[in-house]
């Protein structure tokens, strides 16, 4: 089984869940990063997120990751007012995910999943969805354990 782990992260909590996973399945890590990176100071943040989402907007990528000889895709967000971050969104609407197996995992400080499992399918038809996780940090190893015990 190949399996990527494709995410995006702001403040890197949801990097270093990644490369927790990464390094326990042995899977290749792909960051995404929107052509027009956002601002570093935080208010700046939240009002390009707020307007991307109001337009479900698929910003560009910088580099779209490669995912076509993976069998496993895992994909990686914070959770940005219930909804993917919008680089995780064009990632999911344009890559190659039919017939893939796809895991969805969300950091967020308690928010949990919200929307995601449901917009992750409208955006990756055909995609063979697993049971997404929620984590509200990058130290919770045993949720992401188990997680990883189920892919197996």
Request: hydrophobic share 45%.
């Amino acid at each position: 089984m190949s399996t990527a782990i494709v995410y995006f992260t702001r403040s890197g909590t949801t990097r270093a869940a990644a490369e927790y996973m990464a390094k326990k399945l042995g899977a290749d890590t792909f960051e995404l990063k929107p052509a027009e990176p956002y601002p570093e100071e935080y208010r700046a943040v939240v009002e390009r997120a707020m307007e991307e989402l109001r337009a479900k907007a698929k910003p560009p990528l910088a580099e779209m990751p490669d995912v076509s000889g993976y069998d496993t895709v895992l994909v990686g967000s914070p959770n940005w007012c219930g909804a993917f971050a919008a680089p995780v969104g064009t990632f999911l609407a344009n890559a190659p995910l039919e017939g893939k197996r796809v895991g969805i995992f969300c950091t967020s400080g308690g928010s949990g999943l919200a929307r995601m499992p449901q917009d992750a399918q409208k955006l990756a038809k055909g995609a063979i969805f697993i049971e997404p996780l929620s984590l509200l940090s990058a130290a919770d190893t045993d949720a992401m354990d188990a997680w990883i015990a189920q892919l197996k």
